[in-house]
């Protein structure tokens, strides 16, 4: 589908500028994008008794969060400024969305073999790839330098195995291809999630900046390795404030100049950023803009914005959250001790967090009809709950929702990251379909000259029949029993017997 005309009457403006009011339209476009493909899903059977969760990506939206990311830090630097914009593929882990953000011109940022390989399978150039974990074998390291892949390096241990690589190409005169850098840790202090603080005092992660004599011994560091051209930071996930991760840039910033300074030279050349920014899951707006940090950043550190450095930014959870939606279908409707209960087929295994920590992470749950229109009615207070064999299994308590009857859908809001692709296999529930859609408004649907394509179908039309079509496009299926079997020994059967 024709991407660039699907915003209708509203797309030419949507770009004049990122303030408030903006985000507000921009939030309700999503919202009903949502609900369109929601109705659209449960016509065209995607959604239904034997298909009782799915989960949506909304490919219009994520092509706006790139769109944005790009132009945010565009703003900010001067012409011509390298800006590598690395998606953590962590966030979400499927190839045709690394594939999708590599034609929106954003990388990847990798952190397993597995999402390296999930970013080569999706076509990601290992010059627009960083590599980044606390745990790289010697194996890893030697594959994303053979590749040309960006490291840092997590601390002096890892550092001395790149040192040994290093020695090892220079002898062979292979030359060297990827930048590499040490990751820091200026233990700024945390966020409102301590598991997701990168930045504390005792964090696993980088070189702690604080501790007696760290400071030193990373400028020495790169004084004696003058191939070390990048510096890395990524203060945290969600939860922190944009002043406290503006913070942590500065430390780094006032480390990188430190470096150069002593260097006399330009050697520290590109500073990495890490990711971070946090989404705003209680509503449609997106939280914090990406004009708002670049915009804040700059003010902090200006320096670091004036052409000198090259800049890597590392976004996950605020390229794709909001952009994804679990639906899943009511099974039955009931009530205990006065509570009414949905029990629906999304839970632990497609919202892990929500369901182990819902105080940190609460979804946002709307309700639809047997046929995917939203629901209406009074606001009833409800369970709604997993299909997991535990009682703790709930993707939310007690909220306000029109009352659930057996066959309506709910949808968890806002779980394009770390959630529907971050399986976790619990009761051996399988993995749901994920499916991207795109929609189109059209003024007038003749129905009568439609061809019936498998893949389209009309979504909520208005009275006067306008109404909007859905293209639906299957990101991955959902795993079958025989798969589950298969992953789960069943080649293996008779393993154990003597
Ligand atoms: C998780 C992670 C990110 C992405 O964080 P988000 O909160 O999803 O933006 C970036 N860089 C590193 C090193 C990470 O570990």
């Known amino acids: 589908m024709d991407m660039g005309t699907e915003m209708g009457d509203d797309g030419g403006t949507r770009d ?69 914009h690395a998606f953590a593929v962590k966030a979400t882990p499927l190839v045709p969305v690394l594939r999708l953000l590599h034609t929106e011109g954003i990388g990847a940022e990798v952190a397993s073999r597995g999402e390296l390989a999930l970013a080569r399978a999706a076509g990601v150039p290992p010059g627009r790839t960083v590599l980044d974990s606390p745990a790289k074998t010697p194996a ?153 940090y670049a915009r804040l950043l700059k003010e902090t550190v200006p320096g670091l914005f004036d052409g000198r450095y090259g800049l890597v930014t590392e976004f996950g959870r605020s390229l794709l959250a909001k952009h994804g939606t679990t639906v899943a279908r009511v099974e039955y409707a009931k009530s205990a001790g006065g509570r009414a209960v949905a029990v629906t087929h999304a839970g632990v295994q497609v919202a892990t967090r929500t369901v182990y920590t819902p105080a940190a992470w609460p979804l946002r749950i709307t309700a639809y009809d047997a046929e995917g229109r939203p629901k209406e009615g009074p606001a009833v207070m409800q369970d709604v709950a997993g299909p997991a064999c535990f009682a703790g299994d709930l993707l939310a308590r007690e909220i306000p929702l029109p009352l659930l009857e057996q066959d309506d859908y709910v949808a968890a809001l806002d779980t394009g990251a770390y959630a529907f692709a971050h399986h976790y296999g619990y009761n051996s529930l399988p993995r749901p379909a994920v499916h991207g859609f795109t929609t189109h408004h059209v003024d007038h649907v003749d129905r009568t000259n439609r061809t019936g394509g498998t893949n389209r179908a009309n979504g909520a039309n208005g009275a006067n029949g306008a109404g909007d079509e859905v293209a639906f496009a299957l990101v991955r299926p959902a795993q079958t029993a025989e798969e589950i079997v298969a992953e789960s020994g069943g080649a293996h059967a008779d393993a154990l017997l003597p």
Not at 224 to 244: E, F, M, N, V, Y
């Open 140 to 292: 890893e390291l030697r594959e994303a330098l053979a590749l040309g892949i960006a490291v840092n390096a997590d601390n002096p241990q890892e550092l001395a195995r790149i040192d040994a690589l290093m020695a090892d190409s220079l002898a062979r005169s292979a030359g060297l291809r990827s930048p590499l850098g040490i990751r820091v840790n200026p233990q700024i202090g945390g966020g409102t999630i301590e598991a997701l603080s990168t930045a504390t005092a005792t964090s696993k992660f980088g070189v702690a900046l604080r501790d007696e004599g760290a400071w030193e011994w990373v400028v020495r560091a790169y004084l004696d390795r003058p191939w070390l051209t990048r510096l890395h930071t990524h203060t945290g996930s969600q939860g922190i404030a944009l002043p406290l991760m503006a913070r942590g840039v500065a430390e780094s910033y006032a480390l990188a100049e430190e470096i150069n300074r002593r260097a006399g030279r330009q050697q520290v050349d590109t500073v990495d950023i890490g990711g971070g920014l946090p989404v705003d899951f209680t509503s449609d707006a997106a939280g914090p803009t990406y004009t708002q």
């Open 16 to 84: 004049a500028g990122h303030g408030e009011n903006d985000g507000q339209a921009a939030g309700a476009r999503r919202a009903a994008r949502r609900d369109t493909a929601v109705r659209a899903a449960v016509a065209q059977g995607l959604l239904g008794p034997c298909h009782p969760l799915v989960a949506l990506l909304d490919v219009t939206g994520i092509r706006e969060s790139a769109a944005e990311l790009r132009e945010a830090f565009a703003a900010v630097t001067p012409s011509g400024t390298p800006v590598l």
